[in-house]
């Protein structure tokens, strides 16, 4: 949710809005697969309370977040503070983040301070506002447009 | 790749080392890889078990079923997957304004109608004189614009339809004799022809609906839920004139259904199984046949047409964008 | 994309059998099983990808051999039947 927050706004209403796509895209469901695939011995999916979803923890302290490429960093960076956010208010402290691209191998550790938790709480106030619009977010005209499963859906 | 597969003989469809097996009274077996399906169409028959159903439903396969004499008998339709409550509010919302649901039935029909006409120029430049009966269409579809009670409405597509009708017996180069739309049972070679069809049409619908959150009860042109999923048959409208008729006037005069495709039983015409696989091999084909989409900017097949059809309904519902039906634009 | 795909697995043990077994039976899950050993059928590039993951659960790669050809449409493979003609790959029953 995060996520689509700094990808596609549009994407997040109607995600919010549970109109949900069977993957008819074949690059997500590739994503998909290879991430079920690349971390197998370690415990997978976890989610909480319904609210966030992280791919694995180790050592209990500190959470695994698989991506396929860096090209959206900004927003994966801000996806996985926001799951420190969300289990530090819920009274998990001291976690920490890592960001594996299995494909590219690489790896970005990400922490969380301060002024990342007042952004956040700016974040989800505006998360809330756009969910509840009646109004959808307008079309982001780009070049992802194409290899997301909602492209028809948006473009028709 | 998902694909449809038909079971034209009689036997058995069972789950069998998670996948799915045909095995037939003739001793003749098929594997179908589960992977591949998207829908099956049971036209023979065959015994199922709640075991293959809950497989079934844990893949999304939808079963359409027919009876012996060709006839839709009804659809599995498993536990939904993808549903969303408040587009149902909003899709139950647009059929109890009247004003809302009388402007979606209403652009139903205009694309049907104009599908129709579509049709009809083909052939009439083609070779076949049917000026008038164009003429006829275009000032009946005029008269849409200004009923807005729903029974109006079907009472302009009657006209619009009889006035097509009257067309076929030029269009099609074989004596058809056909006058009026019989349905129970069907009186003759096209009133049978296209009972089949058109169910063929319905199922496809309702497949693809299936796969978006509309809910297929609540429907704007038809009466919701009278008997039969009913959204699928507002749809079906609108691509009736492509995938089913059109396809009716290649098979006739393609000569590959003629007379001898149909058996009389007391006083209705049903089509030989022969003439059954005939059609649906020429269905299947035409629901693959791929056109370039000129606002996706990609080949879509016919069948997809459908799929964005149910796409621009959503949108249309959530008050994003106003509803404009498809009309064939090739 | 149009595939066909041929498997060798060593029968040199009892896991040799249990190989062979799964990989058939993972293979008839996406493909038509064409003739010993070959599967043959339309599969998306996620399929494909799902296959694999799947059979590499149980091959073993200095013993098992799986090879697939692809074609990006069947239109581009002819394909002629010498000897016995036999439709597995057809959608009707």
């Known amino acids: 949710m995060f996520y689509y927050y700094f990808i596609c706004k549009r994407k997040l209403w109607y995600f919010r809005n549970e109109i949900q796509m069977e993957s008819n895209s074949e690059a997500v469901e590739i994503g998909k697969l290879i991430d079920e695939k690349s971390y197998k011995r370690d ?32 927003a994966s960076i801000w996806q996985v503070k926001y799951y ?8 998990v402290e001291d976690i920490k983040a890592i960001l594996d691209y299995p494909k590219l191998k690489k790896r970005v550790d990400v922490e969380l301070n301060k002024d990342d938790e007042e952004e956040i709480e700016k974040i989800l106030l505006e998360i809330e506002k756009i969910v509840r619009d009646q109004k959808m977010p307008s079309i982001i005209d780009s070049k992802i447009c194409k290899k997301c499963s909602y492209y028809e859906l948006c473009y028709i | 790749m998902k694909n449809t ?30 992977e591949t399906v998207k829908e099956i169409y049971i036209m023979g028959e065959v015994n199922v078990n709640s075991k293959l159903m809950t497989f079934l439903s844990q893949n999304s396969i939808i079963l359409h079923f027919f009876n012996y004499y060709g006839f839709y008998s009804g659809s599995y339709y498993p536990k939904e997957k993808l549903v969303s409550g408040s587009l149902l509010v909003k899709q139950v919302e647009h059929y109890r304004s009247k004003e809302k649901r009388v402007e979606l039935a209403r652009e139903v029909l205009k694309s049907a109608s104009y599908n129709i006409k579509r049709n009809l120029r083909y052939y ?7 000026e008038d009966e164009i003429k006829t269409i275009k000032n009946l579809r005029k008269h849409l614009d200004r009923q807005n009670e729903i029974n ?84 079906a409208e609108i691509f009736k004139p ?29 089509l030989k199984d022969s003439a059954r696989k005939v059609i649906l091999q020429k269905y299947d084909s035409r629901l693959k046949q791929r056109i370039r989409h000129k606002v996706l900017k990609k080949n879509v097949s016919y069948r997809y047409l459908i799929r964005l059809e149910c796409y621009k309904i959503i949108k249309h519902i959530l008050g994003e964008k106003n509803y404009e039906g498809f009309k064939i634009w090739w | 994309m149009y595939v066909i795909l041929v498997y060798d697995v ?5 896991i040799g059998q249990k190989v062979l077994r799964n990989v058939y039976k993972i293979c008839k899950k996406y493909m038509y099983h064409i003739q010993n050993s070959t599967f043959e059928g339309e599969l998306s590039r996620a399929q494909i990808v799902k296959l694999r993951y799947e059979l590499d659960e149980y091959i073993r790669k200095d013993k098992d051999s799986i090879i697939i050809f692809k074609s990006r449409n069947e239109r581009w493979l002819d394909k002629e039947f010498w000897g016995l003609e036999d439709d597995k790959t057809s959608n009707f029953f």
């Open chain 2, 124 to 130: 009439n430049e083609r070779g076949r004189d049917l």
């Open chain 2, 152 to 235: 109006e409405l079907m009472g302009v597509e009657g006209n619009i339809r009889e006035g097509y009708y009257r067309a076929w017996n030029k269009i099609v180069n074989q004596d058809i004799n056909f006058e009026k739309r019989v349905k129970h049972p069907p009186d003759n070679m096209i009133n049978s022809l296209l009972s089949y069809v058109n169910s063929l049409v319905y199922t496809t619908v309702l497949s693809e609906i299936y796969h978006t959150q509309l809910n297929p009860t609540i429907s704007f042109l038809h009466e919701p839920s009278t008997k039969r999923f009913s959204l699928s048959l507002d749809i």
């Open chain 2, 242 to 270: 492509i995938l089913g008729e059109r396809m009716i006037f290649s098979l006739l005069n393609k000569n590959m259904i003629n007379e001898d495709s149909f058996e009389k039983e007391m006083n209705s015409l049903y």
């Open chain 1, 43 to 74: 415990r997978k999916h976890i989610m909480i309370n319904e609210t966030i979803n992280i791919d694995f923890m180790r050592n209990r302290k500190v959470i695994h977040e698989i991506k396929k490429s860096d090209s959206m960093e900004e």
């Open chain 3, 10 to 14: 060593k029968l040199d043990s009892a």
């Open chain 1, 84 to 91: 420190i956010y969300y289990l530090k208010k819920h009274g």
């Open chain 2, 5 to 34: 597969y038909y079971l034209l003989k009689n036997g058995e469809l069972r789950r069998k080392d998670n996948n799915l097996i045909v095995k037939a009274c003739d001793g003749s077996e098929k594997v179908i890889p589960i």
